[in-house]
């Protein structure tokens, strides 16, 4: 079956500083990838979309330029969020597209804790 | 190989009866399991989840039930109605929450 990885599964930094999250399709072409964002035990917050080779579609309320999002190839999209912030501590789960219909692809998740 | 899985990618069920979506997973260390409902352009809503210690939790129209030794659990929606027409995804975690599991999602169409 499809498998998607996030690098890292886990991060701490301190305030100020930038993350980049890695998300990687492993065996199959993944023109679009998700970014969502999640609190324990509730909804996952859909916060961009990313389409290979073209700019990300952000949800409305995220900063696109606090949360950098790169699509540069069919199995790799990165989020990187800058001058990270305490608020910004959370779990941040990508997806990638499958080619039957409304499947994705969810990776692990990475956890991001900002002191 | 994936963990969590959905082996079914589409559902159709008339308006009234049973909804019954199916999830299995291979990892007998997840003791947590949820169940999101999404919408086209939306994120995954969460919708009910159970605890490894049960086996049975209710929430409405909504009933989730985990088989441990078969390690599947399935969602029933009775009864079903148009509005329950979305992709489902299951989803496992530990106890710590370090990481989810994702099955790759159903597509149920509650035909009225």
């Known amino acids: 079956g499809a498998v998607v990885s996030q690098h890292p599964s886990w991060v701490i930094c301190k305030s100020g500083t930038s993350v980049k999250i890695e998300c990687r399709s492993l065996?199959?072409?993944?023109?679009?990838m998700f970014w969502y964002r999640q609190f324990p035990k509730q909804s996952l917050m859909l916060m961009a979309t990313s389409n290979e080779g073209s700019k990300a579609t952000y949800e409305q309320g995220v900063e696109k330029d606090k949360f950098l999002i790169n699509h540069a190839s069919l199995t790799l999209s990165t989020l990187t969020v800058t001058s990270a912030h305490p608020e910004d501590s959370s779990f941040y789960i990508c997806?990638?597209?499958?080619?039957?219909?409304?499947?994705?692809?969810f990776g692990p998740g990475t956890r991001l804790t900002v002191l | 190989d994936q963990q969590v899985k959905q082996n079914s990618p589409s559902l159709s069920v008339q308006e009234g009866r049973i909804s019954i979506l199916n999830c299995d997973y291979t990892n007998s260390m997840f003791d947590y399991f949820l169940w999101y409902k999404k919408y086209p352009a939306e994120g995954p809503t969460f919708l009910i989840s159970i605890s490894s210690i049960k086996d049975k939790n209710e929430d409405g129209r909504f009933t989730v039930f985990l088989n441990k030794s078969a390690k599947h659990l399935s969602l029933h929606i009775v009864p079903s109605q148009p509005g329950d027409s979305a992709v489902y995804f299951c989803a496992a975690s530990r106890e710590n929450f370090n990481k989810f599991y994702f099955g790759s999602g159903t597509k149920l169409n509650v035909k009225p």
């Open positions: 065996d199959f072409q993944a023109t679009t």
């Open positions: 997806s990638a597209a499958g080619t039957v219909a409304d499947t994705q692809y």
